[in-house]
């Protein structure tokens, strides 16, 4: 059968699967008549929400007619309770139960109270809806999900309408990234929101929060500077904040793995501290985003094979997270200590297809390589309340580490994908060590004339990376396939040293012209050195000593100075929001190179940058809010791109950088739109984007030989890429859940092509890529079934090789099982079958990845869990990705985690004070 008919025959069976069985509807209903108790007259679009007991599982909703009149149907035997909300008026729950499919229950007349004050929606305990949105909270009930008693917050994550995880792990919420997690207010563990979803359990929270967090600059200026983020906030259950409590897990299976962690919560009041650590060898680093900005290659490295499941990694980690307030609330007080240890082994293989003027070759390489590292983490925040008018920020975070690498490789370069030009073997080994100093000091003042103020933040980054590396490289030539010349082993000893010393000065002020105009205006003042130092030593042949290389021994200095002017003006409606103005920008860039202590080249360029920004923000209620945004900003070539010496640590892909490159200017749109329907819980998000580059650096290629390229970065105008995803997201009916998110992009690329006596050609690339993920699932007391169907398309045009133009597929049908035993026993199933088309042969052989766990509690209180995982019971996992360029295209694949079994055991503890 061919793999079109394995395409076909798999979309006809999802789509018979994801048939939607709300079709078929029962005959019970509940109705009633909602009346104001003291006008005595019916109250219309009152909203009427009914909920299974006792998990609260939302089952139906509507909302009142002129009459006052509502009716649920299509109900099935079982206990509810119904939520009654309207503004102006105290919420009313009432419980119920149906006992036969022809129940007609009539509730009568519901007396509806009016409230002292201006309510909030009420959130019960054991009577809150699964899903409520507030403006620009999106806020989710853990007792409405059903999770094992050994879950994490990640467990939860996957089972929330609107939430996804993608192949790096990342979390996304109506297709916004979260950036963080927070525990009732408080930072938790820096910008690593791993370490929260991977190591804190569901049972400690009450409910799960989506924000989105403004800076510190917008909390106290009121100004938008653009750097907002997507927060997870956990909001902890009252008898849990005072006291302690926490878990620990150990085991052990087969192919020698364990795992091993413990979490320790101590709450008092304001206090939180929190002492975690952890070790094991599969995969699961429990932390990755804490690596994020590290100067270390190998951290770097690491921490991206870590997200998406490559290689075999084992970790040793552990911390602790403190957070408190002083001075009756004044001073708050909020930081973290981290420290990891990784040993990363990894294999893959590699087939690109490079494109030349007239033609194409094949590259070949195999390689594999170990990344052992050790960093140490710490950042705080300090924020101090002087008085009403005054607030300082405090954020200082420092890191340093070591790390080593060692790698072998081969390489086979053919012309087409037939005649062998060369053959390469590098043999590398690199010891590194990294240090990183970052602060931002932020004061804001309030005058006293209402919306006034100013604030300043002064920040400064400080970062060295120092790397020495032993490498040996063999180089065989062939002609009409047969081998010419085998040279010498080139052996070189090389030392680089890059360092950064930046500081930024910003300041803002805010002038209210009316109630409702505002001026903003803001300075900002950047400084940007960057320095790399790197000496390189050959072996002699002749006398076996090591001596200096001239040409590859190099010293770069980069300075960069950036002012950026803003003014704008500011609108308030009753609910729109418009911020207009515009963004000045001119930089001087100083550029200068020595090549061994002799000053090779030095280089000085300005340029000067206009771009509008609009920001509109428009709530058509608390659950409908659509978001514009508009900005430009400016990015600078690395030292690398302006050295004008020739990196040939791989030989067949040389690399000089262009003295001449000037920075790139971006500029950006965003439209955002959610829609949230508190009635029937539908939920619709989306999302889109585009961006438009001026001076963008892109690569001119030049093939000085058979099988040997030549790349040198340049400046284009022309190129652009743009975005979008969609979430939809519905019940069914009282037991059926449909969700779906669709997700585009776009990229236009240009790159130059030349062949050693051609000239240079300019190849245009439209690349764009698609993917779907449909989900039904079904739940009910004592089972969950998930199916899914996911797709993903990738399509590329190229305009001088269009017979190497690509239409792939990423095919995966799959689905779980959790079944709920009695005595608390649990059983869960996790099936996917994976196929491809369009891919290299032998990088699209079908999987199908299997995992079951078996969860059974213990103890009176059913503190301890017993569990037996069977991970990839098929042993068909692999890890594949392609990758899609202007000139070239990728197909890699690398070695994972093999089949393997691990018995469990968890225990969870807590000790806590009475209530009074």
């Not at 800076?215 to 997507?230: F, V």
Request: aromatic share 12%.
């Amino acid at each position: 059968m061919t793999r079109t008919h394995h395409y076909i025959e798999y979309w006809i069976i999802s789509f018979f699967l994801l048939i939607p069985f709300s079709a078929f509807s029962e005959d019970a209903e509940v109705k009633g008549t909602l009346f104001d108790a003291a006008l005595k007259i019916p109250v219309e679009m009152a909203t009427v929400r009914l909920s299974r007991l006792p998990d609260s599982t939302f089952i139906s909703g509507t909302a009142s007619d002129k009459d006052g009149l509502f009716k649920l149907s299509g109900l099935v035997p079982g206990k509810y309770f119904i939520h009654i909300t309207y503004l102006g008026y105290q919420p009313v729950y009432k419980n119920i139960e149906i006992k036969a499919l022809s129940d007609r229950v009539d509730l009568g007349r519901l007396v509806l109270y009016s409230a002292d004050t201006q309510l909030k929606e009420a959130v019960v305990v054991g009577k809150q809806p699964g899903v409520m949105v507030n403006n620009d909270t999106l806020e989710y009930s853990p007792t409405a999900f059903r999770t094992t008693k050994n879950a994490v917050i990640e467990d939860l994550l996957k089972k929330l309408p609107g939430v996804e995880i993608d192949e790096e792990g990342k979390i996304l919420v109506n297709g916004q990234e979260i950036t963080q997690v927070m525990v009732d207010g408080k930072e938790f563990f820096g910008n690593d929101p791993k370490v929260a979803t991977k190591n804190l359990p569901v049972d400690m929270i009450e409910r799960l929060q989506v924000v989105e967090k403004k800076s510190d600059m917008e909390e106290l200026t009121g100004i938008d500077d653009g750097n907002r983020q997507y927060i997870i906030n956990l909001k902890v259950k009252r008898d849990k904040k005072r006291g302690v409590f926490g878990t620990a897990l150990a085991g052990g299976g087969t192919q020698e793995k364990y795992e091993a962690n413990a979490l320790i919560n101590k709450f008092s009041k304001e206090t939180q501290l929190t002492v975690l650590g952890g070790s094991n060898n599969t995969n699961n680093m429990g932390f990755s985003d804490m690596l994020k900005g590290i100067p270390s290659q190998v951290a770097a490295q690491a921490s991206q094979a870590a997200r998406t499941g490559r290689g075999i990694m084992r970790t040793h980690m552990g911390g602790v997270n403190y957070a408190d307030r002083y001075l009756d609330g004044k001073m708050k007080l909020n930081g973290n200590i981290f420290v990891a240890n990784f040993n990363q082994d990894e294999s893959r293989s590699l087939y690109r297809e490079n494109f030349q003027t007239s033609g194409f070759n094949t590259l070949h390489r195999n390689q594999w390589n170990n990344n052992k590292s050790t960093q140490f983490r710490t950042n705080w925040k300090w924020e101090y309340q002087i008085d009403k008018k005054n607030r300082l920020y405090f954020r200082p975070n420092i890191v340093w580490g070591d790390g080593n690498r060692k790698e072998w490789a081969d390489y086979r370069t053919l012309k087409g994908d037939t005649m062998l030009l060369d053959s390469s073997y590098v043999d590398y080994w690199a010891k590194e060590k990294n240090y990183y100093l970052q602060g931002t000091l932020s004061y804001g003042h309030n005058f006293d004339k209402r919306g006034r103020n100013f604030s300043v933040d002064i920040s400064g980054t400080r970062s060295n990376t120092n790397i020495n590396s032993d490498s040996r490289t063999d180089k065989w030539k062939f002609k009409n396939g047969t081998e010419m010349q085998n040279p010498e082993p080139t052996y070189q000893l090389m030392n680089r040293d890059i360092s950064r010393n930046d500081y930024r000065v910003r300041f803002y002020y805010t002038e209210p012209l009316s109630p409702t105009w505002q001026i903003n205006v803001s300075y900002q003042f950047r400084r940007n050195n960057s320095e790399e130092d790197r000496r390189t030593e050959s072996m002699d042949r002749e006398t076996g000593e090591f001596e200096l290389s001239p040409n590859q021994t190099n010293r770069s200095e980069n300075i960069f100075y950036i002012h950026r002017i803003e003014a704008g003006i500011r609108k308030f409606w009753k609910k729109i929001n418009l911020r207009i103005g515009a963004t000045l920008e001119p930089t001087d860039m100083r550029s200068s190179s020595f090549r061994a202590d002799t000053l090779f080249y030095t280089i000085a360029n300005k340029s000067f940058n206009i771009a509008p920004y609009v920001n509109f923000v428009c709530p058509f209620s608390k659950e409908r809010i659509l978001r514009i945004d508009v900005w430009g900003n400016s990015q600078q070539p690395s030292p690398s791109q302006l050295q004008p010496i020739v990196d040939d640590a791989n030989p067949n892909h040389l690399r000089v950088g262009n003295p001449d490159l000037k920075q790139s200017f971006t500029t950006r749109f965003r439209l955002r739109y959610n829609d949230y329907n508190k009635v029937t819980q539908r939920t619709i998000v989306l999302n889109m984007g585009m961006n438009f580059k001026q001076n963008s650096i892109a690569n001119r290629t030049e093939y000085i030989e058979e099988g040997v390229q030549k790349t040198m970065p340049i400046n284009v105008n022309g190129v652009c890429d743009g975005y979008f995803n969609f979430m939809y997201s519905m019940p069914l009916n009282p037991y059926f859940r449909l969700s779906s998110y669709t997700t585009g992009n776009y990229s236009r690329g240009i790159s130059f092509l030349s062949d050693k006596d051609v000239l240079g050609e300019k190849s245009i690339s439209n690349e764009m890529r698609l993917y779907e993920r449909l989900r039904v699932t079904y739940t009910n007391e004592w089972l969950e079934v998930g199916i899914k169907s996911l797709i993903r398309y990738n399509t590329a045009k190229y305009s001088l090789q269009s017979n190497m133009n690509v239409n792939a597929f990423d095919i995966s049908n799959g689905g779980n099982v959790e079944i709920r035993f009695p005595k608390d026993i649990t059983f869960l199933c996790d099936y996917d079958y994976n196929f491809k088309t369009g891919y290299t042969d032998g990088f699209d052989r079908p999987q199908h990845i299997l995992g079951i766990q078996l969860n059974v509690s213990v103890f009176k209180k059913k503190q301890g869990t017993i569990s037996l995982k069977g991970f990839d019971l098929l042993n068909q996992r692999r890890i594949v990705s392609r990758i899609v360029r202007s000139n070239y295209i990728e197909d890699l694949t690398y070695n994972t985690q093999p089949r393997y079994f691990m018995l469990q055991f968890s225990y969870r503890f807590n000790y806590f004070a009475r209530q009074k």
